[in-house]
């Protein structure tokens, strides 16, 4: 007998567990609020191509690999090395073209093992000294969109720095034409293994048999009726910029003092920007209690010091503030397992990136999509068909 199963939201998550659903074999049918896919891992569409959320993906992780057995990663791009010489360091209010010795110490030590219990800045100021343990807690800004890593499990953030600074340097994998292409690859594999996929279809109740909830976790907790489903995530103020290309701008700009980044999107991608012009988007974390509009001009301060004569430049920019949508943060003491289940039970899964699965931002999505999955078709004797 076929199996129907019903996945409510859109984004990587929902696409990954229809896709992993109906190529196990089930009648698969999707609903996505929004008139297109992809939730948080939509583009603009041009003629900048801005990544809304999702901007890279490591291709050391197991999530990466999935998408890219099936061809949906390709074409894409790694970091140009040519452009690597230009990256920038914010250490102590001045720019510097090389990394720090504070920040170097840090990644040095990377072998080293964190304890889930303490927080990372008591751990890292005793492993590595305070200005390591600062410079560290900056440059992982990028990942955690946290002001202040250091009141984060150490084990997470350190789990973080390794990554991001794997001895198969640099992982960093961009997907060509922005992740809107990959959303794009995903629906059409989907739609071809005979998923049906309804968008402008808002779910207000549960739907009866089987089912994937596949949306943001706050979202999750209205549908469910279940207030415990919450998690700690971020607060980031957003800047993306098209502008004039005029001189040379780096490729990066890493803020080991506040936690910014900047980033160059259209040097491994050209196709990101209109020709003679480049594609650049900022991120700044907020401070506790911080409005908005200050986060945002500590972000154009940063602006201001790493791409010179920008505002001149500008041919097209957007702001926006990210509150409790870049992916979850776990505190000393709690790691992946003790986010909200992907199992609630009676053949109700849990799909997102705030719930109990392993990876890095984007990847938990992926990783919680395929377990909600895998334990729905493994379950297919037991589970009652829709
Ligand atoms: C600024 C920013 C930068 C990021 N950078 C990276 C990065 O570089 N690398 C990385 O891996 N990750 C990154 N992330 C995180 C990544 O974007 C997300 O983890 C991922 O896109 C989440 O996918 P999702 O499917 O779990 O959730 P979403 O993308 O939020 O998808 C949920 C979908 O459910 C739909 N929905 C909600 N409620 C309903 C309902 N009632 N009925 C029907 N549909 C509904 C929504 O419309 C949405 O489309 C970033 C995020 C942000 C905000």
């Keep these: 007998m076929t199996l129907?199963?019903?996945?409510?939201?859109?984004?990587?998550?929902?696409?990954?567990?229809?896709?992993?659903?109906?190529?196990?074999?089930?009648?698969?049918?999707?609903?996505?609020?929004?008139?297109?896919?992809?939730?948080?891992?939509?583009?603009?569409?041009?003629?900048y191509v801005a990544n809304d959320g999702t901007h890279v993906f490591y291709s050391d992780g197991e999530r990466y690999r999935w998408l890219d057995r099936r061809g949906l990663t390709r074409p894409s791009a790694g970091i140009p090395l040519r452009k690597l010489a230009t990256a920038r360091f914010r250490h102590r209010g001045a720019l510097t073209g090389r990394p720090p010795r504070a920040l170097v110490r840090g990644i040095m030590g990377r072998g080293r093992t964190a304890p889930v219990e303490q927080?990372?800045?008591?751990?890292?100021?005793?492993?590595?000294?305070?200005?390591?343990?600062?410079?560290?807690?900056?440059?992982?800004?990028v990942v955690t969109y946290e002001a202040d890593p250091g009141r984060l499990s150490a084990a997470f953030v350190w789990e973080r720095l390794r990554?991001?600074?794997?001895?198969?340097?640099?992982?960093?994998?961009?997907?060509?034409?922005?992740?809107?292409?990959?959303?794009?690859?995903?629906?059409?594999?989907?739609?071809?293994?005979?998923v049906r996929v309804e968008t402008g279809a808002r779910v207000d109740r549960l739907p009866e048999g089987p089912?994937?909830?596949?949306?943001?976790?706050?979202?999750?907790?209205?549908?469910?009726?279940?207030?415990?489903?919450?998690w700690e995530s971020g607060r980031a103020a957003l800047l993306d910029l098209g502008l004039r290309a005029e001189g040379r701008d780096p490729f990066l700009v890493s803020d080991l003092d506040e936690g910014g980044f900047a980033e160059q999107y259209s040097a491994p991608d050209p196709s990101l920007a209109p020709a003679g012009h480049r594609l650049f988007q900022l991120q700044m974390p907020a401070r506790r209690e911080e409005p908005g509009?200050?986060?945002?001009?500590?972000?154009?301060?940063?602006?201001?010091?790493?791409?010179?004569?920008?505002?001149?430049r500008v041919t097209w920019r957007r702001d926006a503030i990210a509150h409790h949508r870049t992916g979850a943060l776990d505190l000393p003491g709690r790691?992946?397992?003790?986010?909200?289940?992907?199992?609630?039970?009676?053949?109700v899964w849990l799909a997102g990136d705030m719930v109990a699965a392993p990876g890095l931002l984007g990847e938990v999505s992926i990783a919680s999509a395929l377990t909600a999955a895998h334990a729905f078709l493994g379950r297919r004797s037991t589970v009652r068909a829709a």
């Design 119 to 141: 927080d990372f800045g008591t751990w890292a100021t005793r492993e590595f000294g305070e200005e390591a343990m600062r410079a560290v807690s900056g440059l992982m800004g």
């Design 4 to 47: 129907s199963i019903t996945v409510v939201g859109g984004g990587l998550a929902g696409l990954t567990a229809a896709i992993a659903c109906a190529e196990g074999g089930a009648r698969v049918t999707l609903h996505e609020a929004h008139h297109t896919l992809g939730g948080r891992a939509r583009s603009t569409t041009g003629p």
């Design 293 to 312: 509009r200050d986060t945002l001009a500590r972000l154009e301060a940063l602006a201001d010091l790493g791409l010179p004569g920008w505002r001149e």
């Design 211 to 230: 089912v994937i909830v596949a949306t943001s976790l706050d979202a999750a907790r209205g549908l469910l009726g279940d207030d415990g489903l919450r």
């Design 163 to 194: 990554r991001v600074t794997a001895p198969r340097y640099p992982a960093v994998r961009y997907v060509i034409g922005g992740w809107g292409a990959l959303v794009d690859r995903m629906a059409a594999r989907a739609r071809e293994l005979g």
């Design 335 to 347: 790691t992946w397992r003790d986010r909200p289940a992907v199992d609630r039970g009676e053949g």
